[in-house]
């Protein structure tokens, strides 16, 4: 199994880890700052409407199912880093790495109950325990397991978007836009009382399998997603010499990716498949082009400095952002959501977003002067090697107790 030659660390991954965390953050903040829907909300009007138009339109074209698609791939390329690096120190593989993928699902366990409905690490995690196993076959093993992927993928959201619509059209059973889609900020509304934090986990707990419906689809895209990132990542897609590869994916992504997505959303056709199906390809067009930018660069340059501070810290950041806006937004916090409700909704909105995005950035760079990784990291790498090292004490002294009872 080939690896990349250079073990050296890649300066745009960080930067992309950072983008995909601070656009996931941007795709998600409407949903706590649109908590809160008074009846009586005054509308804009002017050049006040103008901007609320296009800022939503714009976001709507350029952040939905775009960084959630991208934290995927990034997953897949971390896993395969994982897998070069034991491999280097003449570790097995997957080895320790299932009890990272256990972590890791605790995680967005803890993440879901406590603090955000919305938590992706329960599903990369479950996912990652699969494709973590089946990177320890060949490459041509991997392929397959990645077509598999990819057409479970693409079949899944045929079922969900497709077939319903087609159904729809024999048997009208009503508006198809009231299934569940990318519209999450009404029934999120509808569903919760921010007023008591506990109620809110209460809430959470009660709801489990209804909240958690997003997992099977995160994993069965996950599936093939973490085999093209892998893939992308050994075949050469961030060094200088994989500049073809680049503009292959850029082309797919930019050519056929934007065109198809901004297509089936400007005409309010898309639904799943755009959240989750062409959002992905143009996902993996903003993959191929920071690669690019970074590819002969060895300065990360000033703005690409602050998403790589985010990126060294993903997993602190994306736990951190999601509990800084439920502070702010919610009514058992600062209760800013109630507060902004109104024509300056949109500007508020990103106004905060920018803050969190500046304070996650600052606290990032304070944080890593002192320490390597992050804080929920450092815990959780710590939490990993101690599980590790007692699995294998407790396997070494069963391998003596029966090697005893042999020789006995």
């Known amino acids: 199994m080939t ?13 992309l880890r950072g983008i995909a ?27 006040l409407a103008m901007f609320n138009t296009a800022a939503q339109t714009v976001l709507n074209l350029f952040t939905d199912g775009k960084f959630i698609g991208l934290l995927t791939i990034m997953f897949g390329i971390g896993l395969e880093i994982q897998r070069q690096s034991a491999v280097r120190r003449g570790e097995p593989w997957p080895g320790r790495y299932p009890w990272r993928a256990g972590i890791l699902i605790l995680d967005g366990l803890l993440n879901y109950i406590f603090i955000f409905e919305y938590d992706v690490l329960m599903g990369y995690g479950l996912t990652a325990l699969v494709v973590a196993a089946v990177m320890a076959k060949s490459p041509k093993v991997q392929k397959i397991w990645m077509f598999i ?13 497709v077939v319903p619509i087609f159904l729809n059209k024999i048997w009208p059973v009503g508006d198809i836009s009231s299934l569940p889609d990318a519209n999450r900020l009404e029934a999120f509304a509808e569903a919760s009382d921010t007023g008591s934090y506990w109620g809110m986990v209460l809430n959470r707990l009660q709801t489990f399998i209804e909240g958690r419906g997003e997992i099977p689809i995160m994993f069965v895209m996950g599936l093939g997603l973490f085999l093209v990132g892998a893939h992308l990542y050994r075949a050469g897609l961030f060094l200088p010499e994989g500049r073809r590869l680049r503009r292959i994916v850029m082309g797919i992504g930019f050519g056929v990716g934007f065109p198809l997505d901004w297509a089936l ?8 498949v755009t959240r989750y199906g062409t959002s992905t390809i143009v ?6 082009a920071v690669a690019a930018f970074y590819a002969n660069r060895e300065r990360v340059g000033l703005v690409g400095h602050g998403f790589s501070l985010v990126g060294r810290m993903a997993l602190t950041n994306y736990i951190l952002q999601n509990l800084i806006a439920s502070i702010i937004f919610y009514d058992w916090g600062f209760g800013v959501s109630a507060k902004i409700q109104g024509p300056w909704n949109t500007v508020a909105t990103l106004a905060i977003y920018l803050g969190i995005a500046a304070f996650l950035m ?14 929920v990291e450092l815990v959780w790498h710590d939490t990993v090697d101690k599980l590790a090292d007692a ?10 107790r ?4 042999l020789t006995s």
């Open 391 to 400: 699995a294998e004490r407790r396997r070494g002294r069963r391998a003596e």
């Open 265 to 272: 959303r400007l005409t309010e056709t898309g639904g799943f």
């Open 402 to 405: 029966r090697e005893a009872v």
């Open 283 to 288: 996902a993996f067009g903003l993959l191929a």
């Open 21 to 47: 965390i601070l656009g996931t953050l941007l795709t998600n903040i409407w949903i706590f700052s649109q908590v809160s829907s008074p009846a009586d909300t005054v509308q804009a009007e002017g050049a």
């Open 149 to 161: 992927g990819l057409g479970a993928h693409l079949a899944l959201l045929a079922s969900m978007s």
């Open 3 to 15: 690896t990349n030659s250079r073990p050296r660390r890649i300066i745009a991954l960080d930067v």
């Open 362 to 375: 600052t606290l990032s760079a304070v944080w890593l002067r002192f320490f390597r990784r992050g804080p």
